[in-house]
């Protein structure tokens, strides 16, 4: 299974090829994520890693809900914006508290990105059907 990394999209730049064909391209911030939680197939009933990243603010932290500094002070990592799972085949090559990267992907030639959109909300009939007023 593949390992995810969490990032944050920065904005939008052009280059261009070979060929002097412009390509559009996302540039994403991934800072590096720290290992959380490492989940086992005889404990949890599945292999996989917890994932934090995109450091939070002093501010953030203050706001941060007690269960959720609890489980961020029993493995002694600092509070991150956000958690994800990945899960994984083989898991003992990680140890809690380590730092991922983008230099895993160095001899990767594809990378499958996904991404959440910002919600808008009902947006009503003169935006969703495009109707002038």
Do not use: W
């Not at 994932?51 to 489980?71: F, N, V, Y």
Request: aromatic content about 6%; glycine content about 10%.
């Amino acid at each position: 299974m593949p390992l995810t990394l969490i990032g944050q999209k920065k904005g939008m730049v052009q280059v261009f090829d070979k060929d002097g064909k412009r390509v559009v391209c996302t540039v994403i911030q991934a800072e590096p994520n720290t290992v959380l939680q490492i989940k086992r197939k005889e404990t949890d009933g599945y292999n996989g890693i917890q994932l934090c990243g995109i450091t939070k603010t002093e501010s953030q932290i203050a706001r941060t809900k007690k269960p959720l500094k609890g489980h961020y002070a029993k493995h002694k990592v600092a509070p991150h914006r956000v958690i994800r799972e990945s899960l994984l085949d083989e898991v003992d090559n990680y140890q809690v508290g380590q730092k991922l990267d983008a230099s895993i992907f160095a001899d990767v030639e594809f990378v499958d990105v996904e991404g959440v959109s910002k919600g808008k909300g009902f947006q009503g009939v003169m935006k969703l059907y495009n109707m002038a007023g």
